[in-house]
């Protein structure tokens, strides 16, 4: 959903990075991607209604912590812990790259970001066949970092949505928040009224700063959002 310079690409089974950070060595980073991944593999190996929920779930205390983050963040949002799975293996990564000394981080994976930022990135928005597509942007500073964007939509990106829109982005200080915030209110973007409908979803998930959405011609923004620029 998102486009940036990319300096570094890694994949692990279903997880595509994109990784800008200084010095980030890529077996490392491969093996912490690895770790994370597996985590969450085996972690569903033992509870198979996790995968497969619509729904928030409970965990057990000996949980790993990124199944726990998973879990707080969708049951603050209404769905099901895999909706911000992508969200959080970015997040996660990212604090794994900074707590190596980098300066400057950003993740990407599916369309999920995780950015700590030492210089104003802009980081552009795309939506399908929208006419919006590709022609918005978040002018992001360091001041507002770290932050999380994330996207879904009813038509492009890999996720599961069960609404109509070209694309719902979401910022919030999780990245795992804002992705789980952004299926949540992309389910609710159907219909009549649907833009609508999301904005108002979004005025009831605690911790989110803002949204946008789009669908077709129609373009719709809910609380603070980074600054918004023609790309």
Same mark, same amino acid.
């Given at each position: 959903?998102?486009?940036?310079? *990319?300096? !570094? ?8 990075? @994109? ?8 077996? =490392?980073?491969?093996?912490? !991607? ?9 972690? $569903?190996?033992?509870? @198979? ?5 619509? %729904?928030? *779930?409970?965990?057990?205390? @000996? ?25 959080? $293996? ?9 707590? %190596?000394?980098?300066?400057?981080? $950003? *993740? ?6 995780? !950015? ?28 507002? +970092? ?36 952004? +299926? ?7 219909? %009549? ?10 005025? +009831? ?12 011609? %129609?373009?719709?923004? =809910? ?9």
């Amino acid at each position: 959903m998102f486009f940036f310079t *990319v300096a !570094l690409k890694i994949a692990f089974k279903n997880a595509n990075i @994109r990784v800008l950070a200084g010095d980030v060595n890529s077996d =490392w980073l491969l093996s912490k !991607l690895t770790i994370l991944y597996n985590q969450v593999e085996d972690y $569903i190996s033992k509870d @198979r209604f996790f995968q497969v929920s619509y %729904e928030p *779930v409970q965990v057990g205390v @000996r949980a790993p912590q990124i199944v726990k983050d998973m879990v707080y963040a969708a049951s603050i949002s209404g769905v099901g812990p895999m909706a911000c799975v992508a969200g959080a $293996i970015a997040e996660h990564l990212g604090m794994e790259i900074l707590a %190596e000394g980098s300066g400057e981080v $950003i *993740v990407e994976n599916g369309g999920d970001i995780f !950015l700590k930022l030492s210089s104003e990135k802009i980081v552009g928005i795309h939506a399908g066949e929208s006419a919006f597509s590709d022609k918005l942007a978040f002018k992001v500073k360091p001041d507002q +970092t770290p932050l999380g964007i994330a996207a879904s939509a009813g038509q492009v990106g890999p996720s599961v949505s069960l609404g109509e829109a070209d694309a719902v982005v979401v910022v919030a200080k999780s990245t795992i928040l804002a992705d789980a915030a952004a +299926t949540a209110i992309a389910n609710e973007v159907k219909g %009549e009224d649907g833009v609508k409908k999301g904005l108002k979803k979004a005025g +009831t998930i605690p911790g989110i700063q803002g949204v946008l959405i789009i669908k077709d011609d %129609e373009l719709a923004t =809910w609380g603070k959002l980074p600054e918004i620029v023609r790309n």
